[in-house]
């Protein structure tokens, strides 16, 4: 099973940019998808994102569309870019690894530690 670490959250004013990286141990296999979900204090886990590993298909939560873009540059690393950020955007990101093209996060069986991101309005 392979490990996932997320990278890049850190502190950003509202309007700006961030790009969340997931790397995961070993190579993601083709039939994978890959979804990013956050979690605000005191809030449940939210979808954020997906990509069908194979296809490149994405999907988008409707807070985040036109704003975030999913990718993947390598055979085992995802990114989420995050552009016009908002407060609301506050939240721990996972990155997290399934076989279904879901949104909900018990169809994702492998999971990363989460990074922070903060936006400051």
């Known amino acids: 099973q392979a490990q996932l670490e997320e990278s890049g959250g850190g502190s950003a004013q509202a309007g700006d940019s961030l790009i969340l990286s997931c790397a995961a141990s070993s190579r993601i296999y083709s039939s994978s998808v890959m979804g990013w979900f956050r979690q605000a204090p005191g809030k449940e886990r939210e979808f954020v994102a997906l990509i069908r590993w194979n296809t490149g298909r994405t999907l988008?939560?409707?807070?985040?569309?036109?704003?975030?873009?999913?990718?993947?540059?390598?055979?085992?690393?995802?990114?989420?870019?995050?552009?016009?950020?908002?407060?609301?955007?506050?939240?721990?990101?996972?990155?997290?690894?399934?076989?279904?093209?879901?949104?909900?996060?018990?169809?994702?069986?492998?999971?990363?530690?989460?990074?922070?991101?903060?936006?400051?309005?």
């Open 60 to 121: 988008y939560a409707d807070s985040v569309k036109g704003r975030f873009t999913i990718s993947k540059t390598s055979v085992n690393t995802v990114h989420l870019q995050m552009n016009a950020l908002k407060a609301e955007d506050t939240a721990v990101y996972y990155c997290a690894r399934g076989s279904q093209y879901a949104t909900d996060a018990s169809s994702y069986f492998a999971w990363g530690q989460g990074t922070q991101v903060t936006v400051a309005s």
